[in-house]
């Protein structure tokens, strides 16, 4: 099993960015679907965004879509996430996951492997 560990979440502004990256061990991530998730305060983990091992085809929830961005770098064995123009309602913590495959019906059901988190808060 792949071992997961998130990094760079923080404190920012309404409107401001942040980069968080996920650092994998034990297995390549070449042959594995990443994808970010999220659990706001009080409330379940939901799909943030996904990308597949072939062809890096992308996948993103409604409400981060043209904010965030996924990216993969097979060869450093990391996935990051490009969030810009941040809202309040970002905030959550923020967990790195790996999978063989993701559905949009179940976005978690696919993934196996999860990173620990690591807190995004969003000031207004």
């Known amino acids: 099993q792949v071992q997961l560990v998130e990094s760079g979440g923080g404190l920012v502004q309404a409107g401001g960015s942040l980069s968080l990256s996920c650092a994998a061990s034990g297995r390549s991530i070449s042959n594995y679907v990443m994808g970010w998730f999220r659990r706001p305060p009080g409330k379940e983990r939901q799909f943030v965004a996904a990308?597949?091992?072939?062809?890096?085809?992308?996948y993103y929830s409604d409400s981060v879509k043209g904010r965030f961005t996924i990216s993969r770098d097979n060869a450093k064995n990391t996935v990051s996430l490009q969030m810009n123009s941040l809202k309040p309602e970002d905030t959550a913590v923020y967990y790195c996951?790996?999978?063989?495959?993701?559905?949009?019906?179940?976005?978690?059901?696919?993934?196996?492997?999860w990173g620990q988190g690591t807190q995004v808060t969003v000031s207004s």
């Open positions: 996951a790996a999978g063989t495959y993701y559905s949009s019906t179940q976005p978690l059901g696919g993934f196996s492997s």
């Open positions: 990308i597949t091992w072939n062809f890096g085809i992308t």
